[in-house]
C-alpha cells in the first residue's frame, strides 16, 4: 500500500515537472542568403531570452515598414536575404524576401500567386543596423 502511495506521489510530482515545461523550439527564425541559394547564414530558437529578443529583433526590421510607391520590377534581381520566422502568428509563418538597398532595406511577402505583383516595402531599420544584427555574437 505504501509503494503505491508513493509511486502516485511521484508520479504526480514529474507530470507537475512536465507542466512546467515549455517547447523552445516553437519560435525558430531562418536567415539564408539569397533568395532559393539555401545557404542558411543563421538559425535561432527560442531557447533562451537572448536568443527570443534578437528573433523579435528581426521582426521588428518587418514590422516597422512601409509600402514603396515603386513597381516591382525595381527590385532587386538577386535579392540579399530570405527571412522566415515559424510560427508567425495564427496565419502561419512570416516568410520574407529582403534586398540591402544602399543605406535602406527593401523586402516583399512572396505570394501564391507569382503572376500578381508584390507590394514592396522599406523598413525603418538602416542597412548598418541589420547587418549589426546579422553579425551579433
Not at 511521484?10 to 525558430?28: D, I, R, T
Not at 523579435?56 to 540579399?80: G, I
Not at 515559424?86 to 509563418?93: F, H
Not at 531599420?125 to 546579422?134: G, Q, W
Request: contains cysteine.
Amino acid at each position: 500500500m505504501k509503494k503505491r502511495i508513493l509511486l502516485a506521489v511521484l508520479c504526480s510530482l514529474f507530470l507537475l515537472f512536465l507542466s512546467g515545461c515549455s517547447n523552445p523550439n516553437s519560435l525558430q527564425m531562418d536567415l539564408s542568403r539569397g533568395y532559393g541559394d539555401n545557404l542558411k547564414l543563421l538559425h535561432l530558437n527560442a531557447s533562451s531570452q537572448k536568443k527570443g529578443e534578437r528573433i523579435a529583433a528581426f521582426s521588428a526590421v518587418v514590422q516597422e515598414a512601409e509600402p514603396l510607391d515603386k513597381p516591382f520590377s525595381m527590385f532587386a534581381y538577386y535579392p540579399d536575404y530570405l527571412l522566415e520566422i515559424t510560427p508567425w502568428d495564427e496565419t502561419g509563418p512570416l516568410t520574407v524576401i529582403i534586398d540591402v538597398n544602399g543605406d535602406f532595406i527593401d523586402f516583399y511577402y512572396p505570394g501564391p500567386n507569382p503572376t500578381e505583383s508584390p507590394t514592396l516595402y522599406r523598413s525603418k531599420t538602416t542597412a548598418e543596423e541589420f547587418f549589426l544584427l546579422v553579425n551579433q555574437p
